[in-house]
């Protein structure tokens, strides 16, 4: 079966709570109950709070309806419900996972559940306590801030306790209730020389469902002695021992991160990733990134899981923070590899697609509400609601038993490709980590190969198409770059021709006149590259029914209104020969296409990749030491990398209509050209405005009525640009500013 799940993390740093569902904005929306219904989705793991429904711990003056709202519209929908209590939370303000009484506390708010909705019958009390316990008595991340041995495994007891007398008020309530207890399988790799410190952390891994079966009953088992040395008294070993708590389901959550390495040669990784366990310095990095043979992957992980106990099992998070080709991917592989378990023995029950509405701020472990966001099966940046990714279509064919069968993702994942996924040096991991009874056959995931339906792209030898097939050969999109010299986008025969030769699954075209200045001078050559061949391209796209990308221009408006940014229904009126031939273009082409078209206005474009951008023309000159004139008026600007990301997640989305795709912040591009050159260390005071003409376009700023912007901050982007670009200029001193440190500022080296 395929559950789903959403991000419902409700935790504790210092003093301030981060509610994913009040940051995802879940907590108003209970239509989006309904979006996962259309999904084909029965399942669910959806939390019922404590933190939420009882902040101060007082049941009595508990709020409960916004949760019985949501458990109704659920039975109304016939969605099962797995119902979390706590996850990773530690309760409430007037408890945490030191408090002695915490386990009881939460038994009463179980109880209390249960008895209110008794048709419940699958619940998870405390969601990852090993993870959570980890990141909050051992590295201090999340409160009560722990950063030893024995408070991480007080913290892990008390959750481990709480969920023994959770289940035991529960079933009092509901006898047929069952247990899907869920943790982060993952897998230790390391050097012969930490092998020692591997082996510990896969048999730590287990500590939670060893408790939960009662397993941990003396020194025969390897943590017994662990737990005695950290202080834990026997007696409280024993109550696990003596009271049996077994999972009905083992809830395997498996990222790609999930499986670590462990090498002493610290020299060949960055600083962050070391550590020591008071014998060796090591770091500790993803397996997948350094692993020569691989990490040992779901199925046999699923396999070791099964062997050791016996139990059904689900995987029950998979997700993966990336490309919207690269989540496909993720999820059919692990579909796949359940698969490949289930028909080695294994009781493999579901795989749950995690983080159907996305994740925020998890890039900072949740410690910092930076409102950084990471889309899921819906993308929450929509105006108008929750956006549908192209990971729904794969949820939606999963659910109804078919296969899914989209073009980019017979490509294997990056986790599958070399050298793509190597960020360090090739390590081999020592074998006593990586038992031979564990390797299963690996899905081959496809390949990349004559067969594949590409994606074809106009305007070869243009930056744009450039950009875009730089891109696509990054993220494994197999795609064909025609130029003018073999497809003239104006003669409607060389395009049947080129669709009849490549036979794409959709097409983006970057083709056509691109200089606004030099079209003024040669409007006839402007209107036949930019409007007649895109809509001939349209017309043969219609009737093959391909979609078709095509990149439109800020100038379709006049650039004089009042400074508020041009949204995508705003008036058009171009004023000039460039924006005339693009705004017939848009017309013409939802015309022939009125759907499956899409039409992106885009900010100015800057890149690494080239030294011909605007931005990049100033820089060089400065470090030249020229004067630059600038002119002083107002847009919205688009990094390369980040534009062509977003325009290739929106076509794989099936977006259409026309969109205006630029970072957020409009800004004054003399501005932007000074702030450049202070991140390059260059003397901005070497740019000065241009005077202003009657004619100039005085505003040229985008903003959108469909979506909050796709691209991160301006600031981010020009970090990245000054980084990676910084070769093709000098960097030369300059003055520092009054009160400034007068050490140089040292040139970014390329990246």
């Known amino acids: 079966m395929l559950w789903g799940g959403i991000e419902c993390t409700l935790n504790r740093v210092r003093d301030a709570f981060l509610d994913q569902f009040e940051v995802s904005g879940h907590l108003d929306r209970p239509e989006d109950l309904d979006l996962i219904a259309s999904l084909g989705i029965r399942t669910l793991r959806y939390p019922v709070s404590w933190e939420r429904i009882a902040p101060d711990g007082d049941l009595t003056r508990a709020n409960w309806g916004w949760m019985d709202e949501r458990m109704e519209r659920l039975r109304l929908l016939q969605i099962t419900?797995?119902?979390?209590?706590?996850?990773?939370?530690?309760?409430?303000?007037?408890?945490?996972?030191?408090?002695?009484?915490?386990?009881?506390?939460?038994?009463?708010?179980?109880?209390?559940?249960?008895?209110?909705?008794?048709?419940?019958?699958?619940?998870?009390?405390?969601?990852?306590?090993?993870?959570?316990?980890?990141?909050?008595?051992?590295?201090?991340?999340?409160h009560p801030h722990g950063t030893d041995e024995a408070t991480f495994v007080r913290c892990l007891l008390t959750e481990l306790k709480g969920t023994v007398l959770a289940m035991r008020a529960i079933r009092e309530v509901t006898p047929t209730a069952r247990l899907?207890?869920?943790?982060?399988?993952?897998?230790?790799?390391?050097?012969?020389?930490?092998?020692?410190?591997?082996?510990?952390?896969?048999?730590?891994?287990?500590?939670?469902?060893?408790?939960?079966?009662?397993?941990?009953?003396?020194?025969?088992?390897?943590?017994?002695?662990?737990?005695?040395?950290?202080?834990?008294?026997?007696?409280?070993?024993?109550?696990?021992?003596?009271?049996?708590?077994?999972?009905?389901?083992?809830?395997?959550n498996h990222y790609i991160t999930s499986e670590r390495f462990l090498d002493e040669r610290i020299h060949r990784y960055p600083s962050h990733t070391h550590g020591d366990n008071g014998r060796h310095r090591y770091a500790d990095v993803e397996a997948v990134r350094v692993m020569q043979e691989g990490p040992a992957g779901v199925a046999a992980l699923l396999m070791e899981t099964s062997e050791r106990y016996g139990l059904p099992i689900a995987i029950t998070e998979a997700h993966l923070g990336c490309t919207r080709e690269e989540q496909m991917r993720w999820l059919l592989d692990v579909w796949k590899e359940a698969h490949t378990a289930r028909d080695a023995g294994a009781d493999v029950r579901a795989v749950t697609v995690w983080s159907l509405f996305g994740a925020y701020d998890w890039d900072t472990l949740l410690t910092e509400p930076?409102?950084?966001?990471?889309?899921?099966?819906?993308?929450?940046?929509?105006?108008?609601?929750?956006?549908?990714t192209?990971?729904?279509?794969?949820?939606?064919?999963?659910?109804?038993?078919?296969?899914?069968?989209?073009?980019?993702?017979?490509?294997?994942?990056?986790?599958?490709?070399?050298?793509?996924?190597?960020?360090?040096?090739?390590?081999?991991?020592?074998?006593?980590?990586?038992?031979?009874?564990?390797?299963m056959p690996r899905s081959p995931g496809g390949s990349a190969d004559a067969l594949v339906r590409p994606l074809?792209?106009?305007?070869?030898?243009?930056?744009?198409?450039?950009?875009?097939?730089?891109?696509?050969?990054?993220?494994?999109?197999?795609?064909?770059?025609?130029?003018?010299?073999?497809?003239?986008?104006?003669?409607?025969?060389?395009?049947?021709?080129?669709?009849?030769?490549?036979?794409?699954?959709?097409?983006?075209?970057?083709a056509g006149f691109s200089s606004a200045e030099a079209a003024e001078a040669e409007p006839f050559r402007c209107f036949r590259e930019n409007t007649k061949g895109a809509a001939a391209l349209a017309a043969a796209c219609a009737r093959r029914d391909l979609p078709l990308t095509l990149f439109s221009s800020p100038l379709v408006f006049s650039g004089q209104s009042s400074p508020e940014p041009y949204r995508e229904s705003d008036r058009?009126?171009?004023?000039?020969?460039?924006?005339?031939?693009?705004?017939?273009?848009?017309?013409?082409?939802?015309?022939?296409?009125?759907?499956?078209?899409?039409?992106?206005?885009?900010?100015?474009?800057?890149?690494?990749?080239?030294?011909?951008?605007?931005?990049?023309?100033?820089?060089?000159?400065?470090?030249?030491?020229?004067?630059?004139?600038?002119?002083?008026?107002?847009?919205?600007?688009?990094?390369?990398?980040?534009?062509?990301?977003?325009?290739?997640?929106?076509?794989?989305?099936?977006?259409?209509?026309?969109?205006?795709?630029?970072?957020?912040?409009?800004?004054?591009?003399?501005?932007?050209?000074?702030?450049?050159?202070?991140?390059?260390?260059?003397?901005?005071?070497?740019?000065?405005?241009?005077?202003?003409?009657?004619?100039?376009?005085?505003?040229?700023?985008?903003?959108?009525?469909?979506?909050?912007?796709?691209?991160?901050?301006?600031?981010?982007?020009?970090?990245?640009?000054?980084?990676?670009?910084?070769?093709?200029?000098?960097?030369?001193?300059?003055?520092?500013?009054?009160?400034?440190?007068?050490?140089?500022?040292?040139?970014?080296?390329?990246?």
């Not at 706590?86 to 249960?114: C, I, M, N, Q, Y």
């Not at 847009?635 to 630029?662: C, K, M, N, Q």
């Not at 009657?694 to 979506?707: H, K, V, Y």
């Open 456 to 510: 074809l792209i106009t305007g070869g030898q243009g930056l744009l198409a450039d950009a875009l097939a730089r891109l696509c050969e990054e993220r494994g999109i197999a795609c064909r770059v025609t130029d003018r010299e073999f497809l003239d986008i104006a003669s409607p025969a060389a395009i049947e021709a080129a669709l009849d030769w490549h036979q794409p699954w959709a097409v983006v075209n970057a």
């Open 572 to 751: 058009i009126d171009p004023q000039t020969v460039y924006g005339r031939s693009k705004a017939e273009m848009e017309r013409l082409v939802l015309e022939r296409m009125p759907s499956k078209a899409l039409i992106l206005r885009a900010g100015a474009l800057f890149g690494p990749w080239d030294d011909q951008n605007f931005l990049t023309r100033a820089l060089r000159q400065i470090a030249l030491g020229q004067e630059v004139v600038v002119a002083n008026d107002f847009l919205t600007v688009a990094y390369l990398p980040d534009f062509g990301h977003a325009v290739l997640d929106l076509l794989l989305d099936g977006a259409e209509g026309i969109w205006h795709l630029s970072h957020p912040e409009p800004v004054r591009r003399l501005d932007l050209v000074r702030r450049a050159a202070w991140l390059a260390g260059l003397d901005e005071g070497r740019v000065v405005p241009a005077p202003i003409t009657a004619g100039d376009p005085l505003w040229a700023a985008l903003d959108s009525e469909r979506t909050r912007s796709l691209l991160p901050s301006l600031e981010a982007a020009l970090g990245h640009f000054v980084e990676c670009a910084a070769g093709i200029w000098t960097v030369l001193p300059r003055e520092p500013r009054p009160g400034e440190d007068t050490e140089p500022l040292p040139a970014k080296a390329a990246h």
């Open 180 to 252: 899907v207890q869920t943790e982060d399988m993952g897998k230790t790799h390391s050097t012969s020389s930490l092998a020692y410190q591997a082996e510990f952390e896969n048999e730590r891994r287990w500590v939670t469902f060893d408790l939960l079966c009662g397993r941990v009953q003396d020194d025969r088992h390897r943590m017994w002695g662990h737990l005695l040395w950290v202080g834990i008294p026997e007696a409280e070993l024993r109550f696990f021992a003596e009271n049996p708590c077994p999972p009905d389901v083992l809830g395997i």
């Open 370 to 388: 930076r409102g950084s966001y990471e889309s899921g099966v819906f993308d929450l940046r929509g105006l108008e609601g929750p956006r549908e």
């Open 81 to 142: 419900p797995i119902v979390g209590l706590v996850h990773h939370g530690s309760g409430p303000r007037h408890t945490s996972l030191l408090d002695p009484e915490f386990p009881e506390k939460l038994a009463e708010f179980a109880r209390t559940v249960a008895a209110r909705y008794p048709w419940v019958t699958d619940f998870t009390p405390v969601n990852e306590p090993l993870t959570t316990a980890r990141f909050a008595g051992l590295y201090g991340h999340w």
């Open 390 to 439: 192209a990971l729904g279509g794969v949820c939606r064919e999963l659910a109804s038993g078919r296969t899914p069968s989209h073009p980019v993702i017979s490509t294997p994942g990056w986790w599958r490709r070399s050298p793509w996924r190597l960020n360090y040096p090739a390590a081999r991991a020592a074998s006593s980590t990586y038992p031979a009874r564990t390797r």
